[in-house]
């Protein structure tokens, strides 16, 4: 179980490797743009080869990716819109107003971005043969940018480094504490079970991909976006494929 905490730390702490960034140096929006494009490939691939496939092996016939899928995305959309009408609609913006909404939202908000992807990081080691570096790696890479994009945004309403640095430190702690949930809670259960949570966690990820990740990427970067995230997601898929 330590070993599922751990990796989940490892993956969401580009959230602290981003904001120490983006409090040293100006990063362009394009830049930004384009890293979260190629996040958001390396995404959807260990969505598709890493939680759907593998869900569709275990729970087949049981109907579990059929119910899962929806139920994840629903569970990420009602969540959102909550956060958003509490104040923590704008938490990834590099200007104003993010960081103006309640800070107890911001936090709430990103927490519910990372979880899905850091319990499915938990969920890659119950099969005894190490943790799924495809989803490692993008877990870390998707966390990057949007914590360069929200501390630019809280630097700029105000918000100290110290806060916000304690912001991301609670937010990798938390999702590391998902990650050893995926493990702990789902270890010694049913194939049926872990496929629906697969598929529940493919679900609420691909609602953040097309809700936020890839509507700011391609703000941000314009069309170059589509070679950058096919280029993210062949990456994965060849890690994948190594594995």
């Given amino acids: 179980m330590a070993e599922a905490f751990a990796w989940g730390f490892v993956a969401a702490s580009s959230l602290l490797i981003g904001g120490g960034i983006a409090l040293t140096v100006r990063v362009g929006s394009r830049i930004l743009g384009l890293v979260l494009a190629f996040g958001a490939g390396v995404l959807i691939s260990a969505v598709a080869y890493e939680l759907v496939d593998e869900a569709f092996l275990m729970a087949s016939g049981t109907g579990a990716l059929a119910l899962g899928l929806p139920l994840g995305a629903f569970a990420f959309y009602a969540g959102d819109l909550v956060i958003d009408r509490k104040g923590g609609a704008h938490r990834k913006k590099m200007e104003p107003p993010a960081g103006q909404g309640a800070p107890l939202s911001i936090v709430l908000g990103i927490v519910l971005d990372g979880i899905p992807e850091s319990i499915v990081v938990g969920l890659t080691l119950l099969n005894g043969g190490g943790v799924g570096v495809a989803v490692l790696a993008a877990v870390f890479l998707s966390n990057l940018p949007e914590s360069i994009a929200a501390t630019t945004g809280l630097r700029a309403v105000g918000w100290r480094p110290s806060r916000i640095m304690g912001l991301w430190l609670?937010?990798?702690?938390?999702?590391?504490?998902?990650?050893?949930?995926?493990y702990g809670l789902l270890e010694g259960a049913s194939q049926g079970t872990v496929g629906f949570v697969n598929?529940?966690?493919?679900?609420?990820?691909?609602?953040?991909?097309?809700?936020?990740?890839?509507?700011?990427?391609?703000?941000?970067?314009?069309?170059?976006?589509?070679?950058?995230?096919?280029?993210?997601?062949?990456?994965?898929?060849?890690?994948?494929?190594?594995?």
């Fill in 170 to 182: 609670v937010v990798t702690i938390a999702c590391a504490v998902a990650a050893l949930a995926g």
């Fill in 199 to 243: 598929a529940f966690a493919a679900g609420a990820i691909l609602t953040m991909l097309a809700d936020t990740m890839m509507p700011e990427a391609y703000a941000r970067g314009g069309r170059t976006v589509g070679l950058v995230t096919t280029l993210g997601f062949g990456l994965a898929f060849a890690i994948s494929t190594l594995e």
